[in-house]
């Protein structure tokens, strides 16, 4: 079942680059009880995302111009919501 945070993930994504596959995973149960001190995140609610992605839009990109070219599409959730985000992008 995809949740709020996961929903706007996967509609950027989708978006910016056009994936040929496309898989975001809510790995926030695997983190309960961990706490965040001094953050806007908390033991609760969507924070840490497994992205799994292929497109040919990173065609000729580094590993880093990739996880780059994602951070910046979701900056807005890195700042206020995802707390842990991990990267396993292909290109065609």
């Known amino acids: 079942m995809s949740t ?24 926030s149960n695997l983190h309960a009880g961990h706490r965040h001190k001094g953050s806007v995140f ?3 609610g969507e924070t840490h995302f497994r992205v799994k992605i292929l497109s040919s839009s990173f065609s000729g990109t580094s590993r ?9 599409v979701l900056q807005q959730e890195l700042e ?12 065609v």
């Open 42 to 44: 908390d033991s609760h």
């Open 64 to 72: 880093v111009e990739r996880h780059r070219a994602i951070y910046k």
């Open 4 to 27: 709020a945070i996961q929903t706007v993930i996967e509609t950027k994504l989708r978006d910016a680059f056009c994936p040929q596959k496309l898989e975001v995973i809510n790995e």
């Open 80 to 91: 206020t919501h995802i707390h842990a985000l991990a990267l396993e992008i292909e290109a």
